[in-house]
Each structure stands twice: as C-alpha cells, then as structure tokens.
C-alpha cells in the first residue's frame, strides 16, 4: 500500500482544510448557524439543563470538489452507548439493507462460509441477510445497539472500528471477502485508519463496499435536511475515486440507490482490481449533466434552500394562525435539521409521533425540545395536519398510517411542500 494523503485523520473542532485533499481553498455553500447532534435526544431532566451546540456550514473544496462540513464534534458525542437509530424498524429500509446480500453475493460469486465484516453494524440487519446466504458474518458497532444484534444472532463487537481492531478480528476469524459500511462511511473522522484497516482485514482482490447520502441526489431534492454532523461529507465520484486511490484500492463499479432519499453504493477493490464497470462510466456522466462540478450549481441550491425554509415556515406559522393543529409524524436524524433551521418549535408542532419500537420515544427532539410520543396518540387525536419528516420514505409510511387509520391531511416538506389529503 502506498503511502496514505494527509489529515483523512481529522482533528476536532473546526477544519480549515479539505477532508480528502487538504487544500486550504474552500467556498461556503449554506450556513445553517448552530446545531445540536441530532440524535442527542433530551430526557426529562436534561429539559433544564444546558445544551452543547456546535457550527453547521456545508462547503465544497475549489481542488478535489468535496461537499463537506467543516466541523467535526468526537465521535463519542455523536455516536454515544444509548444512541437511539435503530435500521431494522423501518420496513422498505430493512428490505433494501437485506437485498445487499443477494446483490453482492450474485455479482462477486462469493462462496459460502467466507468471511463477511459489517462496519456500523448497528441492528445486524445488513448481516442478517449475508447469514442467510450461507456466509460467516461479524459485525462491529459502537453503541448497545450491538446487544440487540447479539440476541438476534449475529455476532457483533461493540467498538469503534480501528486498524488494531482489524488485526484483532484476522487473527481470530481470518481475512474477510467482503468488508461493508453502510450510512457510516461519511460519518468517520479518522477515516485513513478505518481504510487501512479494511485493507488489513480483506483478502486481495476483496471488495469493500460502501453506502452514503449521495451529492447529486441532495442536490435534487433539495435534501438540506440531511445535512448534520454525523454526515462530514457528501461523496460524489471524483472526491471519493481520490480518497481511495492512495490506499491501493479501485473503485470498479457504483450503484445509484434509493436507501435515505438516494445513495451511492460504491464497490472498492483492493488490488489486483477489475475494470471500471458501465454503471460507474453512466454515473460520471449523469455528473457532468448535473454540473455537479460547477460553482454556479451550490449558488443555485443555497438560494432554493433558503426559499424552501421560508415557505414551510410561513406555512406553518399561517395554519397556526387559523386554529389548525400540526403535528410531525417520524423522526429520523434528518428531522433535527429540519425543524431547528426552521425555527419550528412546539408552539408550532407539539409534538412528533414514532411507531411503538422506536427508541427514541419519551424523549425529547433536540434543540426546540419537541416530544416524540407514541403514534397512538396520533391516531387517537387524528389533527388538521401532520408533517411527514421521514418525507424521503413517504409512499409506504403514509399507506400503512392511512391502514391504522388516520385521516389527517399530510404535509410533506421535501423537495417542494405539498399537501395530501
């Protein structure tokens, strides 16, 4: 391997260099002032307690063209024992994690009883699916979410993932095939060590295959609301084709994907690698069709950012107005964004409703402190309105909401407002 580029191990605090290219030469996009982490859900008692912010400002790099934040909060902050996400209780996400398996599997003819490793394992779900397949699979998690992994019968390491901990993991269980990061991969500050060691961890000629919100869907659907300090950067194809090439490894083949309102599944070969793959030849293009590379492109989303706040703002602050109730229904890490750039507060929405199994019930939304309750609640109250704030898995939510029963008009905020009766 050759030697790896500088600082992909970031410091905390705030960057005044690219995360890939470490060039000084950045222009802001969007400032989105001051945030909680969003998922630090608050308790009773933190109600009255004081609350750490910290700056959110997406730019982009004038060399390298990475889209990125330029804060980064510990790890240990944002990714804390009780983090409450939980991939498994969504039903279409829950599908499409599982589906990795077969597509992975089918496309590398990986045989059965190899070895395949889940970085961010969180649930196990993505696992569960290799483990039907036949494959020996080990997870790595940080949070005690890896327990309820275990009691489902994947076996997990509760830590961060670490080159010493792949030496660990080789050791005991052998090289892996396959090595995955799905929703992680932009979440890591030190991410020259976690790619050196997939790189000690894989076979050669083994695959690491990784999953992020992708740039060219955030920017078409205005998903300003994914933006967060968990998610340090937004890959597109040549920032994160450079990233890769100092560790010796050859992005050979993409996939543009639906999971978190549109992703990039990219397929990273430890050499000897394959040939680029058509997919990756037609997404470099749907780029360049994009102007993804273009400076007049993030003028154009910052202005219709700031068109989309105002509008939901007048909105709701109108339906108020007229005596109407507006409650949120789901909250994703996205929903923080959302509502506290928005300056919606409980006067506003008095509180966001969750399905039974979710984790983060009887707290409390970060920043403007909404509560998150039981969906009971929502079907028993049935109010004038509810915003969708998981808008990017609308279809199948909102089907199963009208099954249970509810009959209030939906608002979805994203891309554009619109409301369904």
Not at 82 to 104: C, E, Q, W
Request: glycine share 6%; hydrophobic share 40%.
């Amino acid at each position: 391997m050759s030697d790896p580029a500088p600082r992909h191990d970031l410091p905390l605090g705030h960057l005044s260099f690219c995360q890939i290219c470490a060039s000084p030469d950045s222009t802001p996009i969007l400032d989105l002032g001051f945030h909680p982490p969003c998922d630090s859900l608050l308790s009773g008692n933190q109600l009255n307690e004081e609350e750490r912010t910290y700056p959110l400002n997406l730019v982009r790099c004038n060399k390298c063209c990475l889209v990125q934040i330029d804060y980064v909060v510990a790890p240990e902050v944002l990714f804390f024992p009780d983090y409450p996400y939980r991939s498994g209780i969504t039903g279409t996400l829950a599908s499409n994690l599982k589906g990795i398996a077969d597509t992975v599997t089918d496309r590398l003819k990986i045989p059965q009883g190899s070895l395949v490793v889940d970085i961010g394992s969180n649930d196990g779900t993505i696992l569960q699916g290799f483990k039907s397949r036949g494959m020996k699979v080990l997870g790595v998690e940080p949070t005690k979410i890896a327990q309820i992994a275990v009691e489902n019968g994947i076996p997990t390491i509760q830590s961060f993932f670490s080159r010493s901990l792949a030496k660990r993991i080789r050791e005991e269980h052998g090289p892996a095939s396959v090595v995955t990061a799905a929703n992680m991969f932009a979440h890591v500050a030190k991410l020259g060590d976690l790619i050196q060691g997939v790189s000690d961890l894989l076979v050669d000629g083994g695959m690491f295959l990784t999953e992020s919100h992708y740039l060219l869907d955030l920017l078409e659907t205005l998903q300003y609301d994914s933006i967060y300090h968990e998610h340090l950067k937004y890959y597109s194809l040549r920032p994160i084709g450079a990233l890769f090439k100092p560790y010796n490894f050859t992005i050979v083949d993409v996939e543009r994907i639906p999971n978190y309102g549109g992703s990039i599944r990219v397929y990273a070969q430890k050499a000897p690698a394959q040939s680029a793959s058509e997919r990756l030849l037609e997404l470099s293009a749907a780029e360049d069709r994009g102007l993804l590379y273009e400076a007049r492109t993030y003028d154009a989303f910052r202005e219709r950012v700031i068109h989309s706040k105002l509008e939901f703002q007048s909105m709701l602050v109108k339906l108020r107005r007229e005596g109407k109730t507006v409650v949120g229904i789901g909250c994703p890490g996205r929903a923080s964004t959302l509502l506290n750039y928005c300056n919606v507060d409980r006067d506003l929405m008095p509180y966001i409703a969750e399905q039974s199994s979710c984790l983060k019930l009887g707290m409390a939304l970060p920043g403007k402190h909404i509560p998150i309750v039981d969906e009971a609640i929502l079907f028993r109250e049935n109010p004038d309105y509810a915003v969708m704030l998981s808008w990017h898995y609308a279809e199948p939510i909102i089907k199963k909401l009208r099954q249970k029963g509810l009959k209030s008009k939906i608002i979805l905020p994203l891309p554009e407002i619109k409301i369904l009766d």
